[in-house]
T-cell receptor, first 115, second 113 residues
């Protein structure tokens, strides 16, 4: 069983640029959630996709957007990068979004640095 | 606004002793609570969870206690082992956003031989 994978591992961008981060869900999982973890903080929920539709969103501006593909892999896009966007971006997959007991399994994350 | 709080940034415990990690929350709508463990350069790994209808859940060396009236939960690790050294995150889920997880800032546990 393949776990959650993310790419790239590290990324350096400059302010104002755009970035796309990718996530492959664990086999059989149809729900993916994205989290931002700033240094010294816990992960913060960005949004969730269930069967290619956005299923919930945290307190992040519209320049954070996402996609989920038919194979349940996912992308996180961030436009007009700001210095505060520097963080570890975590993707988590689960079997469904129908209940809290659907454990979310996390990938290793993508470390984004904005200069 | 931090709805899940872990007020101890770090904890050091001797091998074989009990580790107790604490977590407080402010949102009374939370109905499911989880603990994740995180090693450096890895994503968080699910450890144990508890529903708000229970006050205790046990899995091997790990036990989570929930005190709803105090809005407090704790994770007990007995006996602690050096391999338990990691950052532990408390999380709570909210219905309505696909059960999005609200995390605390984490407690770094060091188990010394």
């Amino acid at each position: 069983e393949t776990g959650v994978t993310q790419s790239p591992t590290h990324l350096i961008k400059t302010r104002g640029q755009q970035v796309t981060l990718r996530c492959s869900s664990q086999s059989g999982h149809n729900t993916v959630s994205w989290y931002q973890q700033a240094l010294g903080q816990g992960p913060q929920f960005i949004f969730q996709y269930y069967r290619e539709e956005e299923n919930g969103r945290g307190n992040f501006p519209p320049r954070f957007s996402g996609l989920q593909f038919p194979n349940y892999s996912s992308e996180l896009n961030v436009n007009a990068l700001e210095l505060d966007d520097s963080a570890l971006y975590l993707c988590a997959s689960s079997l469904s979004s129908s209940g809290p007991t659907d454990t979310q399994y996390f990938g290793p994350g993508t470390r984004l640095t904005v200069l | 606004d931090q709805q899940v709080k872990q007020n101890s940034p770090s904890l050091s415990v001797q091998e074989g002793r009990i580790s107790i990690l604490n977590c407080d929350y402010t949102n009374s709508m939370f109905d499911y609570f989880l603990w994740y463990k995180k090693y450096p350069a890895e994503g968080p790994t699910f450890l144990i969870s508890i529903s708000s209808i229970k006050d205790k859940n046990e899995d091997g060396r790990f036990t989570v206690f929930l005190n709803k009236s105090a809005k407090h939960l704790s994770l007990h690790i007995v006996p602690s082992q050096p391999g338990d050294s990691a950052v532990y995150f408390c999380a709570a889920s909210v219905y309505g956003s696909g059960y999005a997880l609200n995390f605390g800032k984490g407690t770094s546990l060091l188990v010394t031989p």
